[in-house]
Structure formats: C-alpha cells, structure tokens
T-cell receptor
Framework: GAGVSQSPRYKVAKRGQDVALRCDPISGHVSLFWYQQALGQGPEFLTYFQNEAQLDKSGLPSDRFFAERPEGSVSTLKIQRTQQEDSAVYLC????????????FGPGTRLLVL | DAKTTQPTSMDCAEGRAANLPCNHSTISGNEYVYWYRQIHSQGPQYIIHGLKNNETNEMASLIITEDRKSSTLILPHATLRDTAVYYCIVSGLNSGYALNFGKGTSLLVTP
C-alpha cells in the first residue's frame, strides 16, 4: 500500500516568504507527527496530531510555525515569514492508532530559505 | 537529553554481518527499543523494535541484553545499500510519543 507522502519534495523560498508543506499520511492512520531535521543532525519533534486534534505542539520553534489537520487526514505545516535558520528537511510520520505505535515516515520536504 | 548512546561511525565489509551496538542504561520497564535507519536524502525507515525478547524480521535481528541496558542490531549480510545512519531510540508510555533520534551511527558498507 501507499506510504506517507509529502509535497513538495523541495522548496526554495526567499527570506520573509510564507511556505506551506503538505503531508498525506498512510490511509487510516490516526496519529500524525512533524519533525524537523537540520543538516547533519537527527530529526527533532515539532508537533503531534491525533485525528484532527493537535495534542502537542511543544516542539514548534516559534509562533511563525503553525500546523493543522482539519479533517483528521492530510496535514499542512505552515511557516510564516521564513528565516534562513528555517532551512531544514521537514519530515512527516504517521502511526496506526495512538502515538505509542511504530511511526512510518515520509520522504521529507527539503526547505531552503535564501 | 539523549537516552541512548551509539558509536558515531562504523565500517563493515559487504557480505559480512554488521553489528550495531546501543547503550540505554536508563531504560524503564515499559519502554521499547526501536531501530530506524536513514539512507541519504530519504526519510527514516523503521527496521525493528523489541521490549525484552530478541526479535527478528526480514531486515534484521535485535538482541537485547537480559538487564535491558543495551542492545545490538544485526544486519546478517550487509550490502552496499545498507549504508545509512542507524538510530537506536527508546520509546514508550513514559517517554511520550516524540521519537528522540540523537545522532545515530553512520554505517559504511564497503565492497
């Protein structure tokens, strides 16, 4: 079956622009996660949804970052007024039921802010 | 605060077994040991996980010591495509759901 998909795969933005990154989780997966991976580092947690409810957003680095999952399926991570330090790979993962189960990752969106 | 310790890098000859160690001395009773790997420019790929018994699947074997303070991921016949960063992660009810990846072990499989 289809895995987690993300789009776009690559995004170049000028400093100050807003960007929106999309995640399509595995069909039927209840939980969805966003991670940020800086160059040479491991992924770091940003936020967690169970269905449409955002249960944890403690990892979002600033109020410029906003995530939503309005219908409990597709999720969008939005970054407003992008800064150079936002350049990273943004990874989405989903798990079948609650957040304690195995997380399956998408290929990521590589964001470069110039 | 990384809960696991892994070597920074390892080499393995193609066709040989790759044994990747991980220390997790502060693991609690309801926490699992997960292994993921990340091939260059791809998302992390789930490999295997276990609680206290050894586990095997089509990709790898996981050996967990009896005291659960360390584990070893075994790739029985490494291929060039196994070159990746391997992450050992402790996760469970007490850890929450956010996976703490740390820096992992960079495994290079050589011809």
């Amino acid at each position: 079956g289809a895995g987690v998909s993300q789009s776009p795969r690559y995004k170049v933005a000028k400093r100050g622009q807003d960007v929106a990154l999309r995640c399509d989780p595995i069909s039927g997966h209840v939980s969805l996660f966003w991670y940020q991976q800086a160059l040479g580092q491991g992924p770091e947690f940003l936020t967690y949804f169970q269905n449409e409810a955002q249960l944890d957003k403690s990892g979002l680095p600033s109020d410029r970052f906003f995530a939503e999952r309005p219908e409990g399926s597709v999720s969008t991570l939005k970054i407003q007024r992008t800064q150079q330090e936002d350049s990273a790979v943004y990874l989405c993962a989903s798990s079948f039921l609650d957040g304690q189960e195995t997380q399956y990752f998408g290929p990521g969106t590589r964001l470069l802010v110039l | 605060d990384a809960k696991t310790t892994q070597p920074t890098s390892m080499d393995c000859a193609e066709g040989r077994a790759a044994n990747l160690p991980c220390n997790h001395s502060t693991i609690s009773g309801n926490e699992y040991v997960y292994w993921y790997r990340q091939i260059h420019s791809q998302g992390p790929q789930y490999i295997i996980h276990g609680l206290k018994n050894n586990e095997t699947n089509e990709m790898a074997s996981l050996i967990i010591t009896e005291d659960r303070k360390s584990s070893t991921l075994i790739l029985p016949h490494a291929t060039l495509r196994d070159t990746a960063v391997y992450y050992c992660i402790v996760s469970g009810l007490n850890s929450g759901y956010a996976l703490n990846f740390g820096k992992g072990t960079s495994l290079l499989v050589t011809p």
